[in-house]
Structure formats: structure tokens, C-alpha cells
């Protein structure tokens, strides 16, 4: 994969991240956001306010190497809970492929399964679903911008991009990537063998991107800023990303915490496939683990699950929920390759 066509895609980017000023009002129910209507719009339809207290779902990664079925499933589960809205972590496609048919395919597919949801899907983007030309052009082409704000039932949401710019993986690691991924398509259960040996090592976190940097642009940085001050007084400011930026102190994101400081929030990001919750000077940070992607490591938070939010006048209740566990009136979970409960593994990590 040759990424000289940076600047291009730099360019793409900018002009796709361009937000209007028009003022949200955080005061109100309804779903109101700064992205324009015009062109693609990172959720498949807006939330309705329906007069009930904000409930919304937390999605983890699907990729790298998504186990078949396991996602899929997942959303069907989810539209048991009926909650307002699906809010993804990120890595919802393989990606890192210059092939465009391959990376709409990919999307066709992931979007066939959102469908069963039976609710609005939002997105936030990942370092597999944008990382070169081919992957920016669909995602533009499909979810228009890739950081945006919206504000729904007296919160606050502020989506990040931690690929800004995209980073590329070396050329050389995409075949042996797409190996894999091929073995993970025509026998997951071989894959899942291999890769509980040797995912953890650091040519393969280097293969899936897991030591990619945090990426926060200057100008994504001052559109939080101006964000923040048209929304002064939310109930609760809640944080998306998919890489945790926390975790690598990044610079970037440490001057979006300064600006977070003094209101109410939760910071939540992805990408690590292991889950964590920290307390972050009296805030809660939460690492979602996997929705179908592969295990990163070992341990307790080696898990496949979603969390429904409910936003309370007391703030947010979380209730973390495995896959295996979130069963039909027949006691079926539906969940053939999701992983089981593991807590022989380990003490969990902050």
C-alpha cells in the first residue's frame, strides 16, 4: 500500500470535518446535531426522544479479525434492550486494503447486521475503518464527517477522531493481515486457536494496529473547544474515541481533559480489545473490549459484551453485559464463537 497520496488524503479530511456553527442547545430533548444535513451523517437515522430518561448502548470493536457471527449476533441482542441508540466504539470493518470493492463489501456486510438493531446506530471511527485513500473515500462517501458533536435528551455527545490524519500500517503487513483474516472467514475455530498463541505478540498488535499512535488535529482540538463553549451547561458531556488516548498520554486529548475538567462527564474509548474502567480525577474512563474482534491478551477483561447507559438526574447507571449472558425468553444467548466468562485468567488492570 503506498500512501503518497498523504496530502490528498489530508485534504479529503479537512474539508470532510468542516462543522457549521450553529448553535446546539444541550437544554432540549430532541436530537440535534452540528454536522450539515446535506451529504453522509455518522448514524444511520437520528434518535427519537420517545419521553423516556436517555438510555444508549455501548459497542465495542468487531475488527481485527471479527470472529464470524459474533457482532451480527450482538445486534440482535441489543434490539431486545430497546435503547435509544446503538453508540459504537469504532473498528467496525477489517479495512487497511486499497481494494474498493473489498472495503465496500465490508461495509455492505457490517451494515446488513447493524440493520437488525431496530434502532439508530452511531458512529465513531476507528483505525481500521480509516487509514488510507480507499477507506477515506468510502467512509466520507458513507458517514460523512469524522468528528462531530450532537446533543440528545439534555446530554451532551462529542465524537473524536484519533486517526486525524489516518496512520498507515506498513505495506508489508497488509498480506499477512488479510492471511489471517481469510482463515478467521473459512475456519474461525483454527484462527481462534492461533491467534490465543500469539496475538498478543508485537509484530501482530503492530499488524492490527494497536500501537498506532493517538492522532488529534490542532483544528479538531479548537472545534472541542468551541463545542464546549456553545454547550456551557449539559446534565452530563459524555467522550468517544476509539483509541484510548488516556492511556498514551497524549498530548492532544490532555488539553481536551483540561476543558472537560470542571463539568460532568464520561470518557470512553476502544481499540485495546480489553476492557478497563478508571477513575480519572473523579470521572468515569471506560475501555470497552471486543464485539466480535480477536483477543488482544489475556485476562479478565478479555470479553465479549456491550454496556447500556442510562442517564439518571443523579448522573449515568452503567450495566456491563456479556454476550454470553444476555439471553431470550428461551434462555438463548444466540452467541457461538463469542468469548466465555474468564476470570481464572487474571487480575483485571486499570
Known amino acids: 500500500m503506498n500512501l503518497s497520496r498523504a496530502s490528498a488524503v489530508r485534504a479529503a479530511l479537512a474539508a470532510a470535518t468542516f462543522l457549521p456553527t450553529a448553535a446546539l442547545a444541550a437544554s432540549g430533548d430532541d436530537f440535534r446535531s452540528d454536522v450539515t444535513p446535506n451529504g453522509g451523517h455518522p448514524w444511520t437515522t437520528p434518535p427519537d426522544a420517545a419521553g423516556r430518561p436517555l438510555g444508549f ?6 475488527t481485527a479479525y471479527a470472529r464470524p457471527g459474533v457482532f451480527d449476533q450482538a445486534m440482535t441482542q441489543v434490539s431486545w434492550l430497546r435503547p435509544d441508540f446503538a453508540l459504537s466504539v469504532g473498528d ?4 487497511y486494503s ?3 470493492a473489498l472495503i465496500e463489501k465490508q461495509w455492505n456486510d457490517a ?8 434502532c439508530p446506530f452511531v458512529y465513531c471511527v476507528g483505525n481500521h475503518d480509516l487509514n488510507n485513500p480507499a477507506t477515506v473515500d468510502a467512509w466520507l462517501a458513507r458517514r460523512g464527517p469524522t468528528y462531530y458533536s450532537f446533543t440528545f435528551k439534555r446530554a451532551l455527545f462529542l465524537i473524536l477522531n484519533t486517526e486525524d490524519p489516518p496512520i498507515a500500517l506498513d505495506a508489508g503487513t497488509i498480506p499477512a493481515y488479510y492471511s489471517m483474516v481469510q482463515i478467521m472467514n473459512a475456519d474461525p475455530d483454527r484462527a481462534m486457536r492461533e491467534m490465543n498463541s500469539f496475538v498478543a505478540t508485537p509484530e501482530i498488535a503492530h499488524a492490527i494496529g494497536l500501537t498506532n499512535p493517538v492522532k488529534i488535529s490542532d483544528k479538531q482540538v479548537n472545534w472541542v473547544r468551541d463545542t464546549l463553549a ?5 446534565q452530563w458531556t459524555f467522550v468517544v474515541m476509539h483509541k484510548p488516548a488516556w492511556k498514551s498520554q497524549d498530548p492532544q486529548f490532555a488539553k481536551i481533559q483540561e476543558m472537560l475538567a470542571s463539568r460532568p462527564h464520561t470518557v470512553i474509548g476502544g481499540h485495546t480489545h480489553y476492557f478497563t474502567h478508571e477513575i480519572v480525577d473523579g470521572h468515569d474512563y471506560i475501555n470497552m ?4 474482534g480477536i483477543r ?3 485476562g479478565p477483561g478479555n470479553i465479549d459484551h456491550i454496556i447500556n447507559v442510562t442517564l439518571t438526574p443523579n448522573g449515568p447507571l452503567y450495566a456491563n453485559i456479556r454476550l ?3 439471553m431470550d425468553v428461551a434462555g438463548e444467548t444466540g452467541q457461538v464463537r463469542a468469548y466465555p466468562i474468564s476470570l481464572r485468567e487474571g487480575a483485571a488492570e486499570a
Open 57 to 62: 448502548t455501548l459497542i465495542g470493536d468487531n
Open 92 to 95: 467496525v470493518i477489517e479495512g
Open 98 to 100: 486499497d481494494d474498493r
Open 111 to 118: 451494515e446488513r447486521s447493524i440493520a437488525k438493531l431496530n
Open 230 to 234: 456553545r454547550n456551557p451547561k449539559p
Open 289 to 292: 473490549a471486543t464485539c466480535g
Open 296 to 298: 488482544a491478551r489475556p
Open 324 to 326: 454470553v449472558g444476555l
